[in-house]
C-alpha cells in the first residue's frame, strides 16, 4: 500500500538563532588606546577621512538652510541638536577605512564611498532606518512639547525664538522636558548602534543581533561606555559651534575610533 506521504515536502525546519556574541570587558585604557588608533587612521588617509567630515558638515549647513528658507526657525535648535543622532551611519565609510588600515589592505576612494552600497546584503540599510526613525521621533516631540508648552507663541524671527526660549519660563520648561527626551532618545540610539553598525561591516550577521550585540556591550560596561558617549557628544556639540566646520576633523576621528573600540569590545568570529 502507497503511504499517502510520498512525495510530500519536508517540514519546514526554523532556523536556529544565532549563537550570543562574546563581549569583552571594557575599560578606560581601551578607550585611550582606541583614540590614539583612530587619530592614527585619520592621520594616515587625512584627505579622504576629512571628505566624510566635509560632507557631513555641508549637509548640516544645507539642511538649517533650507529650515530658513521655509520659515521653520524653530527647527533650528532641535535641528543641530539632534544631527548628531545620524552620526554613526555617516561614519560607514570611515569604519572600512580602519578596517582596511588594520589588515593592511589597500582601498581607492571609490573602495570607501560605495561600501554602503556594498554592504546592501548586510542589513546595513535597517540600521539606517532605524538611526532615521529615531531623529524623526526627536524631531516630531520637538514639535510637540513646543505646542503644548509655547501654544501659539510666534517666532518672528530665530532672535525672537531664542529670546522666549531661553529668557521666559515656558521656555525653559520647553528646554528642560527637551533635554530629558533628548538625552532618552539619543542613549536609546547610542545603546542599539554604538558597535552594531561596525559589526554588520564586518560580519555576515543580521541586523537584530547587531543591535543586541550593541545594547549587551553597554549594559555590561556601563561606566565606561558613559565615558565614551559622553566623549562622542560634547566633542560633536562643540564641532558644531562653528559653522559645523568642526566635523571635518572631529567626525572622522570619532569614527575611526569607534572601529577600534568595537574591536576591542566584542572579539573575533572563531576561525
Known amino acids: 500500500m502507497t503511504s499517502n506521504t510520498t512525495g510530500s515536502p519536508p517540514p519546514n525546519i526554523p532556523t536556529p538563532p544565532e549563537p550570543a556574541v562574546k563581549i569583552n570587558t571594557v575599560t578606560a585604557e581601551d578607550i585611550k588606546a582606541a583614540l590614539k588608533a583612530g587619530f592614527a587612521d585619520f592621520l594616515a588617509r587625512p584627505v579622504l577621512s576629512g571628505f566624510f567630515g566635509l560632507f557631513y558638515a555641508g549637509f548640516g549647513i544645507l539642511f538649517v538652510w533650507i529650515l530658513v528658507s521655509l520659515g521653520q526657525l524653530w527647527m533650528i535648535i532641535p535641528a543641530i541638536v539632534g544631527f548628531p543622532l545620524v552620526a554613526p551611519f555617516a561614519a560607514a565609510g570611515l569604519y572600512e577605512m580602519s578596517r582596511r588600515l588594520q589588515k593592511d589592505e589597500a582601498f581607492t576612494w571609490s573602495d570607501i564611498l560605495t561600501v554602503m552600497a556594498n554592504q546592501r546584503k548586510r542589513e546595513m540599510g535597517w540600521m539606517a532606518f532605524v538611526t532615521l526613525f529615531v531623529f524623526w521621533v526627536w524631531?516630531?516631540?520637538?514639535?510637540?512639547?513646543?505646542?503644548?508648552?509655547?501654544?501659539?507663541?510666534?517666532?518672528?524671527?530665530?532672535?525672537?525664538?531664542?529670546?522666549?526660549?531661553?529668557?521666559?519660563?515656558?521656555?525653559?520648561?520647553?528646554?528642560?522636558?527637551?533635554?530629558?527626551?533628548?538625552?532618552?532618545?539619543?542613549?536609546?540610539?547610542?545603546?542599539?548602534?554604538?558597535?552594531?553598525?561596525?559589526?554588520?561591516?564586518?560580519?555576515?550577521?543580521?541586523?537584530?543581533?547587531?543591535?543586541?550585540?550593541?545594547?549587551?556591550?553597554?549594559?555590561?560596561?556601563?561606566?565606561?561606555?558613559?565615558?565614551?558617549?559622553?566623549?562622542?557628544?560634547?566633542?560633536?556639540?562643540?564641532?558644531?559651534?562653528?559653522?559645523?566646520?568642526?566635523?571635518?576633523?572631529?567626525?572622522?576621528?570619532?569614527?575611526?575610533?569607534?572601529?577600534?573600540?568595537?574591536?576591542?569590545?566584542?572579539?573575533?568570529?572563531?576561525?
Not at 533635554?179 to 532618552?184: D, L, N, Q, R, S
Not at 537584530?208 to 556601563?222: C, G, L
Open 139 to 271: 524631531s516630531y516631540q520637538v514639535r510637540l512639547w513646543l505646542a503644548i508648552i509655547l501654544q501659539d507663541t510666534s517666532f518672528s524671527d530665530f532672535g525672537g525664538f531664542l529670546s522666549i526660549v531661553f529668557f521666559t519660563p515656558e521656555g525653559w520648561t520647553f528646554l528642560a522636558i527637551g533635554t530629558i527626551a533628548g538625552a532618552v532618545l539619543s542613549a536609546i540610539l547610542f545603546s542599539l548602534t554604538v558597535v552594531a553598525m561596525p559589526m554588520l561591516l564586518e560580519r555576515e550577521t543580521n541586523f537584530v543581533t547587531a543591535m543586541v550585540t550593541s545594547v549587551r556591550v553597554v549594559t555590561e560596561n556601563p561606566r565606561v561606555m558613559l565615558i565614551w558617549a559622553a566623549i562622542i557628544s560634547v566633542t560633536m556639540l562643540l564641532s558644531l559651534v562653528p559653522a559645523f566646520l568642526g566635523l571635518i576633523f572631529t567626525l572622522p576621528i570619532l569614527g575611526h575610533t569607534t572601529w577600534h573600540l568595537y574591536q576591542r569590545a566584542v572579539p573575533p568570529e572563531p576561525a
